[in-house]
């Protein structure tokens, strides 16, 4: 008798605690992917070929959704927000009297995490609670490289 009254709550417990842990990886997963992702953008949006003009973020976000496409199967349920923020000027310029911006490329993704065991699926689920799907939001910022020309 007494096994079937705690039965349920200790399989309750052990699904809550495999799920955080389900949960963990995947937000260690999209901690990395939006990591990587700031860096090939930051790359990529540099400076046009002699210095000239500003960053190319058109071209970054476009291989960075391609680089999460080839991330992810469930690429398009994946949010990417890409934007380009100025910094502080370099201290090192500003000793030879120019000025020279950094930038920053920021990176947001949300990620639907699938929730896998029962019970614990329910608790843990972003609203709708019945679609079983936890948001990971994960913010990366990265400089995009610029190199000084004089």
Known sequence: ME???ILPVFMLMLFFIMELGNLAYQTILVNHSAYELARIGSL???PRQGGGG???MALARQKMKDSLCNMYKNCGLIQMVVSSKFTYPDPQVLATGLTHL???MLVELVFP???VFP???YFLASPPRGRGIRWITVKVRMPIEKPFFQ
């Open 44 to 46: 990529i949006a540099g």
């Open 54 to 56: 500003g960053s190319n």
């Open 3 to 5: 096994l079937l009254l």
């Open 119 to 121: 019970g614990s699926k």
């Open 113 to 115: 995490a699938k929730l």
């Open 102 to 104: 950094n930038e920053d």
